[in-house]
């Protein structure tokens, strides 16, 4: 069974910073990325050398794997509090890195952040 859980998630001030972790079970997939509610936040390939990120989250976030783990992280850095919401973790089996939403096999079932000013 694939499963997808996301974890890190929290309340913090705008400018601080949180990891969020996504812990994959069940098989490995070709690319991951992080999605808030149904929007783009950051993807990666296989082997995480090739990442791409929204332009709202550029140079703040960073996406990474974990393939001995099967652990895929977002690094939050600099929040604001538009960056508040709900971050779900996604998985596909296509090679590549992908935008869009229903290009994704496996979802989690999400972690809040909250971040107030």
């Known amino acids: 069974q694939v499963q997808l859980v996301e974890s890190g998630g929290g309340s913090v001030q705008a400018g601080d910073s949180l990891r969020l972790s996504c812990a994959v079970s069940g098989r490995s997939f070709n690319a991951y990325a992080w999605f808030r509610h149904r929007e783009f936040v950051a993807s990666t390939s296989w082997g995480g050398?090739?990442?791409d990120y929204a332009d709202s989250v550029k140079g703040r976030f960073t996406i990474s794997r974990d393939n001995a783990s099967n652990t895929v992280y977002l690094q939050m850095n600099s929040l604001k509090p538009e960056d508040t919401g709900v971050y779900y973790c996604?998985?596909?089996?296509?090679?590549?890195?992908?935008?869009?939403?229903?290009?994704?096999?496996?979802w989690g079932q999400g972690t809040m952040v909250t971040v107030s000013s």
């Open positions: 050398a090739s990442t």
């Open positions: 996604a998985a596909s089996r296509r090679m590549g890195r992908f935008t869009r939403v229903d290009l994704y096999d496996s």
